[in-house]
């Protein structure tokens, strides 16, 4: 692969040259992870039993400033570790459209410069996600985390700036756990875009009192469950531009040995909080067994989330995922499915959400579906990736870790990762691509067919099985989730590659960008 590098504002920018798309024009590729801003063993404390991946970025999330599109923010995880966090959130931010990236490390975690004293003495930092508000103030939120027994506790800590990244307040405590029976989990932030007072933070909340614990799992998403596990949905808000938030509040309650998990809030033109989440339920057979079901759901708020719609929540559609599975040996890597994205067309409110689902050639695929009024009805589930065929091995069918946008002219985006130009040799050759359709007449994107336009993200295959290890000596991880917004008609794809044979850099963060 040939470079150009050029050290510009303090990150390396390398430019890989132009994607062979089929569909849209994609800009050179541009590196802004740096490597890692923290040094070995800076955690402080042993951590027995997990390796860390020093310099190795994963989980990249990123918005852009709605009063100045030159102005970006990236965050990702630096230095992942294999059974969970990484040693903190980095943050990178361009006001000059991507020409040069700024590195900060806000205090999420002790790496960072985290201290009892700022609130952020933790061992490791998970889950980033960065939002902006529509007067341009950015928001960010962390699970930041001391895993091991004698000091287990998981928090989530906000942080804001005011000056398009450069410099970040010092973090705010929404919830602090340091009961091992209790884990918040996968956290999202969304600023309101109707009113830059309000802001929202939503997550699910494990509790597994003591006793007899099974262990499952969803995908490969390894759940505990026993008598009286629960694991709602928790919500915070500021209503006041950040300077406080309300006490973390229970907003939707499954029962019972249920879950939600990937909570994540959508706000409509007319000020309607949609959340959507996955949802699990556990029932009684006929013959006295249990099965799991496991949907796509939401809950709405008309009133900036001070209330929730009440009942059974709206199930979007049923979910069938088994996990992302390497083609070469068929063992777990670690891209589960069970997580959705979600996305609003901020003209229209149009919503449209994807997930990995098996439905359609019984492999994990990207399920896309939509609703034109606000939720109460969804289309079909419909595979939108273009991976073709593969008769010799299905694996290789298989699309993962899929995230959704919407441009302004209403082009909607789908990126994700896929293994078509994987092969008999060794390792699992692994690309991103970007799939698009933009609604017109007849043409409203519900139907597979629709979807036609795509291009490909990484210029070579790189082989997944080299990314960091997320559970055991498998579950290869590129993230959970990865990033994806617009400037105006473009798309912005913010994602991780894994570089091949470098285990001291294992994987970077790259952005691009998608035009018509």
């Given at each position: 692969?040939?470079?150009?590098?050029?050290?510009?504002?303090?990150?390396?920018?390398v430019?890989?040259g132009?994607?062979?798309?089929?569909?849209?024009?994609v800009?050179?590729?541009?590196?802004?992870?740096?490597?890692?801003p923290?040094?070995?063993?800076?955690e402080?404390?042993p951590?027995?039993?997990?390796?860390v991946?020093?310099?190795?970025?994963?989980?990249?999330?990123?918005?852009?400033?709605?009063?100045?599109?030159?102005?970006?923010?990236?965050?990702?995880?630096?230095?992942?570790?294999?059974?969970?966090?990484?040693?903190?959130?980095?943050?990178a931010?361009t006001?000059?459209g991507?020409a040069t990236?700024?590195?900060?490390?806000?205090?999420?975690?002790?790496?960072?410069?985290?201290?009892?004293?700022n609130?952020?003495?933790?061992?490791?930092?998970?889950?980033?996600?960065?939002?902006f508000?529509?007067?341009?103030?950015?928001?960010?939120?962390?699970?930041?985390?001391?895993l091991?027994?004698?000091?287990?506790v998981?928090?989530?800590?906000?942080?804001?700036?005011?000056?398009?990244?450069?410099?970040?307040?010092?973090?705010?405590?929404?919830?602090?756990?340091?009961?091992p029976?209790?884990?918040?989990?996968?956290?999202?932030?969304t600023?309101?875009?109707?009113?830059?007072k309000?802001?929202?933070?939503?997550?699910?909340?494990?509790?597994?009192?003591?006793?007899?614990?099974t262990?499952f799992?969803?995908?490969?998403?390894?759940h505990k469950?026993?008598?009286?596990?629960t694991?709602?949905?928790?919500?915070?808000?500021?209503?006041?531009?950040?300077?406080t938030?309300?006490?973390p509040?229970?907003i939707?309650?499954?029962?019972?040995?249920?879950?939600?998990?990937?909570?994540?809030?959508?706000?409509l033109?007319?000020?309607?909080?949609?959340?959507?989440?996955?949802?699990?339920?556990?029932?009684?057979n006929?013959d006295?067994?249990?099965?799991?079901?496991?949907?796509?759901?939401?809950?709405?708020?008309t009133?900036?989330?001070?209330t929730?719609?009440?009942?059974?929540?709206?199930?979007?559609?049923?979910q069938?995922?088994?996990?992302?599975?390497?083609?070469?040996?068929?063992r777990?890597?670690r891209?589960?499915?069970v997580i959705?994205?979600?996305?609003v067309?901020?003209?229209?409110?149009?919503l449209?959400a994807?997930?990995?689902?098996?439905?359609?050639r019984?492999?994990?695929?990207?399920?896309?579906?939509?609703?034109?009024?606000?939720?109460?009805?969804?289309?079909?589930?419909?595979?939108?990736?273009?991976?073709?065929?593969?008769s010799t091995?299905?694996?290789?069918?298989?699309?993962?870790?899929p995230?959704?946008h919407?441009?302004?002219?209403?082009?909607?985006?789908?990126?994700?990762?896929?293994f078509?130009?994987?092969?008999?040799?060794?390792?699992?050759?692994?690309?991103?691509?970007?799939?698009?359709?933009?609604?017109?007449?007849?043409?409203?994107?519900?139907?597979?067919?629709?979807?036609?336009?795509?291009?490909?993200?990484?210029?070579?295959?790189?082989?997944?099985?080299?990314?960091p290890?997320?559970r055991?000596?498998f579950?290869f991880?590129v993230?959970?989730?990865?990033?994806?917004?617009?400037?105006?008609?473009?798309?912005?794809?913010v994602?991780?590659v894994?570089?091949?044979?470098?285990?001291?850099?294992?994987?970077?963060?790259?952005e691009?960008?998608?035009?018509?």
């Amino acid at each position: 692969m040939q470079r150009l590098v050029s050290v510009l504002g303090g990150v390396v920018l390398v430019a890989l040259g132009v994607s062979p798309g089929w569909g849209g024009t994609v800009a050179p590729l541009r590196v802004i992870s740096p490597g890692s801003p923290f040094a070995p063993g800076c955690e402080g404390v042993p951590q027995p039993g997990s390796t860390v991946y020093q310099n190795a970025e994963v989980e990249p999330w990123v918005d852009v400033n709605p009063t100045d599109s030159r102005n970006l923010i990236a965050v990702w995880q630096q230095d992942r570790w294999s059974n969970g966090g990484a040693h903190g959130l980095v943050t990178a931010f361009t006001k000059d459209g991507g020409a040069t990236w700024g590195i900060r490390t806000p205090h999420f975690s002790r790496c960072a410069g985290g201290t009892a004293a700022n609130g952020g003495d933790y061992d490791r930092a998970s889950d980033p996600w960065v939002t902006f508000a529509p007067n341009g103030d950015a928001y960010q939120i962390s699970l930041s985390v001391n895993l091991f027994p004698e000091n287990f506790v998981t928090a989530l800590l906000v942080s804001k700036s005011t000056d398009g990244g450069d410099h970040w307040s010092e973090p705010i405590t929404l919830i602090r756990d340091t009961d091992p029976r209790f884990f918040n989990d996968k956290e999202s932030m969304t600023a309101d875009p109707t009113d830059a007072k309000f802001v929202y933070a939503v997550w699910d909340r494990i509790n597994a009192p003591p006793g007899d614990v099974t262990r499952f799992f969803v995908g490969n998403r390894e759940h505990k469950r026993d008598r009286g596990f629960t694991g709602p949905t928790v919500f915070s808000r500021t209503t006041d531009g950040g300077h406080t938030w309300e006490p973390p509040r229970i907003i939707y309650n499954p029962g019972a040995n249920n879950q939600t998990l990937g909570n994540q809030i959508a706000v409509l033109p007319n000020g309607t909080l949609v959340n959507v989440f996955t949802e699990f339920l556990t029932f009684k057979n006929s013959d006295g067994g249990t099965q799991d079901d496991v949907s796509l759901s939401l809950i709405r708020s008309t009133d900036k989330g001070a209330t929730w719609s009440h009942g059974q929540p709206i199930r979007a559609a049923k979910q069938f995922f088994q996990g992302a599975l390497d083609p070469d040996t068929g063992r777990p890597i670690r891209a589960e499915g069970v997580i959705a994205d979600v996305a609003v067309n901020r003209t229209n409110g149009h919503l449209y959400a994807v997930w990995q689902d098996l439905r359609f050639r019984g492999v994990d695929e990207v399920a896309f579906v939509m609703s034109t009024d606000g939720g109460d009805t969804w289309s079909t589930p419909i595979r939108v990736n273009q991976t073709p065929p593969n008769s010799t091995n299905p694996l290789n069918q298989q699309a993962f870790v899929p995230v959704v946008h919407v441009a302004d002219d209403g082009t909607i985006g789908v990126t994700y990762y896929d293994f078509r130009f994987n092969d008999a040799n060794p390792g699992a050759r692994t690309d991103y691509w970007i799939v698009r359709c933009k609604p017109s007449g007849a043409k409203t994107c519900a139907r597979a067919a629709d979807w036609t336009d795509e291009s490909r993200l990484t210029l070579t295959s790189f082989d997944i099985e080299q990314a960091p290890a997320a559970r055991g000596p498998f579950g290869f991880f590129v993230g959970d989730y990865e990033g994806l917004t617009n400037v105006g008609n473009d798309l912005v794809p913010v994602f991780v590659v894994v570089n091949d044979g470098h285990t001291a850099n294992r994987t970077d963060v790259i952005e691009t960008t998608v035009g018509p």
